[in-house]
């Protein structure tokens, strides 16, 4: 099971503020309410230098010494990395951007590692007998830390939606009124110090959330069946729900962003299978 780590309010606070001496229990009680620029700037060299860390250690997964050679390592990093971004006050709009970022990432990475399976003989209409890999007890209870990763996403970005404060020890958000001098912007950018009442989930947020939800679980789908994925039930299940909370909050009828050109049928078809899991 991955760990709970409330202690990640803990070292955003260190990264972002430079405080030091109290205990974990009282900074984690002490998340601030907004950043100042220089905050902002230390916390964006902190999650850009983390994610960069986390996508090269997946694409060096084989070499000798790397830290994130399991899927274990991988996605005990990437929890505390959600934990801390989900921590980020929910006035600083780079909340949202981190959050889609590092969400694309884990949609992408999770596929590139192995889960462990055992061979099964499968006995054919015709009487063939077929080997077919189904998971075992190792790789389900992997494939359960993956499952917990992305409640951990699912419930998040619930709270980022709805522009609530995240609790990390609950893992659902907590409803706060917003500062004083609240606006809304149509955007957020990586990178850019953005007022400290910037926090609005906006519908190009809301676009790009969808498509990668839609495009993600596609791989996440695919990564499953590969390793015998549909042929547990408990799995099977799981797999539907997959983000289905945020999906519901972000509406199935949310556009996605056109391509270049127009977009062909068998792409239509697979956006429509994929809402329609939540809206029938």
């Given at each position: 099971m991955i760990e709970r780590r409330g202690s990640s309010g803990a070292y955003l606070l260190e990264c972002i503020c430079a405080t030091s001496g109290p205990s974990r229990a009282e900074m984690a009680s002490s998340v601030p309410t907004e950043?100042?620029?220089a905050q902002l700037h230390r916390l964006n060299d902190y999650l850009e230098a983390k994610c960069l860390?986390?996508?090269?250690?997946?694409?060096?997964?084989?070499?000798p010494d790397c830290p994130y050679s399991t899927l274990t390592s991988y996605l005990t990093a990437s929890?505390?990395?959600?934990?801390?971004?989900?921590?980020?006050?929910?006035?600083?709009?780079?909340?949202t951007s981190w959050l889609l970022r590092v969400t694309g990432d884990i949609f992408e990475n999770v596929p590139a590692y192995q889960l462990d399976t055992?061979?099964?003989?499968?006995?054919?209409?015709q009487g063939e007998q077929e080997q077919v890999p189904i998971l075992s007890d190792k790789g389900l209870e992997k494939l359960d830390q993956v499952f917990e990763l992305f409640e951990v996403l699912d419930a998040g970005w619930c709270a980022v939606i709805r522009n609530e404060r995240w609790d990390a020890k609950e893992r659902h958000g907590i409803f706060e009124p917003p500062p004083?001098?609240?606006?809304?912007?149509?955007?957020?950018?990586l990178g850019t110090e953005?007022?400290?009442?910037?926090?609005?989930f906006s519908t190009t947020d809301r676009i790009r959330l969808r498509s990668l939800i839609i495009s993600g679980k596609h791989e996440f789908d695919d990564w499953l069946a590969?390793?015998?994925?549909?042929?547990?039930?408990?799995?099977?299940?799981?797999s539907i729900r997959l983000m289905h909370h945020t999906f519901e909050e972000i509406g199935a009828d949310a556009p996605l962003p056109a391509p270049e050109g127009e977009q062909d049928e068998d792409?239509?078809?697979d956006d429509y299978d994929y809402a329609t899991k939540y809206t029938e």
């Open positions: 950043l100042s620029p860390e986390l996508t090269k250690g997946v694409r060096k997964r084989y070499e929890s505390s990395l959600v934990n801390m971004i989900l921590l980020i006050p929910p006035s600083e709009g780079v909340r055992v061979l099964e003989t499968v006995v054919e209409e004083s001098g609240f606006n809304n912007p149509d955007t957020s950018e953005v007022p400290a009442s910037n926090s609005v590969e390793h015998g994925g549909g042929a547990n039930f408990d799995v099977y299940q799981r792409s239509e078809e």
